[in-house]
């Protein structure tokens, strides 16, 4: 399989522990996005990478997240201090830069649950 | 600032009918404009986009979209619906940085 892989596939924790998410994206594929979508919403950006370079974080992205993307291959998103409000399905994709006209293919996601 | 609407939250169509969700969009310069579908409990699948070029858009599994640029519109569209079409629908626009916007989703629900 070529496709954007995503582990895990979900994760139940407890409010104020940490949780990390990786991403494998499509091999070659130069930019990583990170999208949450919260139940009966649309996907919202997080942030993004080209290569291992992080050029763009949402104001979602409080001082808990952190994500990495360190040889400019696979990706994680770190949530630390978990809320009850970081429940939510946790995209990652990825996409080859072709002068703006890129397609971005999403993987699975990580459902995460916070009690 | 760039957006999406779609004003349907729900779409229900008789199996072997056209169907039709709507998507409105507003962004400066020309739009880079997507469509994606959602299965339960799954990421999102690429159906198809408008980047240039005709206005009638092509994707998979039969479906096609038409962008207007006078209604800022590009809705998507399948002649002969199918009960495994059922599923939720994203359109998205790519905004500065090459960030998706996406609109909050139709349920599309086809009944045989």
């Known amino acids: 399989d070529t496709g954007v892989s995503q582990d895990p596939r979900h994760k139940i924790t407890k409010r104020g522990q940490n949780v990390t998410f990786r991403c494998d994206p499509i091999?070659?594929?130069?930019?990583l996005y990170w999208y949450r979508q919260t139940l009966g919403q649309g996907p919202e950006f997080l942030t993004y990478?080209?290569?291992?370079?992080?050029?763009?974080k949402s104001r979602l992205l409080s001082d808990r997240f952190s994500a990495e993307r360190p040889k400019g291959s696979f990706s994680t998103l770190e949530i630390q201090r978990t809320e009850q409000g970081d429940s939510a399905m946790y995209l990652c994709?990825?996409?080859?830069?072709?002068?703006?006209?890129?397609?971005?293919?999403f993987g699975p996601g990580t459902r995460l649950l916070v009690l | 600032a760039q957006s999406v609407a779609q004003p349907e939250d729900q779409v229900n169509v008789a199996e072997g009918n056209p169907l039709t969700v709507k998507c409105t969009y507003s962004?400066?310069?020309?739009?880079?404009l997507f469509w994606y579908v959602q299965y339960p409990n799954r990421g999102l699948q690429f159906l198809l986009k408008?980047?240039?070029?005709?206005?009638l858009v092509k994707g998979s599994y039969g479906f096609e979209a038409e962008f207007n640029k006078s209604q800022t519109s590009f809705h998507l569209k399948k002649p002969s619906a199918l009960v495994s079409d059922s599923a939720l629908y994203f359109c998205?626009?790519?905004?500065?940085?090459?960030?998706?916007?996406f609109g909050q989703g139709t349920e599309l629900s086809v009944k045989p």
């Open positions: 994709a990825s996409s080859a830069q072709t002068a703006g006209r890129e397609t971005q293919y």
């Open positions: 091999s070659e594929h130069n930019r």
């Open positions: 990478f080209q290569n291992e370079a992080q050029l763009e």
């Open positions: 962004v400066s310069g020309n739009p880079y």
């Open positions: 408008y980047i240039t070029g005709d206005n």
């Open positions: 998205a626009v790519r905004a500065t940085g090459g960030k998706l916007i």
